[in-house]
């Protein structure tokens, strides 16, 4: 079992950084695939950017160059850099855990947090 809790977001002109943090609880934080997804209002969720357990990075091309997920395993902390951020990036941002590899839909990952908003104001 893993809990996980999220922090970091707020509101932010566009342009600006913002940095999110993802608490997890649990011993075994080191061998999940981690994942950041975002939704905003009437659409899907999906997936920003995820890190595997040996710290290979996916992307979503909406945030490639802008975004940088990280994880330091030795505060069981999984960490999303968001620079230049632009309006569209307004959304509520989930943590996400799954065991093994990563994958990019969210009905792959089994753990969740309770997600922090993120608005971006032109």
């Known amino acids: 079992q893993v809990q996980l809790v999220e922090s970091g977001g707020g509101l932010v002109q566009a342009g600006g950084s913002l940095r999110l943090s993802c608490a997890a609880s649990g011993r075994t934080f080191s061998s999940y695939a981690m994942g950041w997804f975002r939704q905003a209002p009437g659409k899907e969720r999906e997936l920003v950017a995820a890190?595997?357990?040996?710290?290979?990075?996916y992307y979503a091309d909406s945030v490639k160059g802008r975004f940088t997920i990280s994880r330091d395993n030795a505060k069981n902390t999984v960490y999303l850099q968001m620079n230049s951020l632009k309006p569209e990036d307004t959304a509520v941002y989930y943590c996400?855990?799954?065991?093994?590899?990563?994958?990019?839909?969210?009905?792959?990952?089994?753990?969740w947090g309770q997600g922090t908003q993120v608005t971006v104001s032109s």
């Open positions: 890190i595997s357990s040996g710290g290979s990075t």
């Open positions: 996400a855990a799954r065991v093994s590899i990563v994958r990019l839909t969210p009905g792959d990952y089994a753990y």
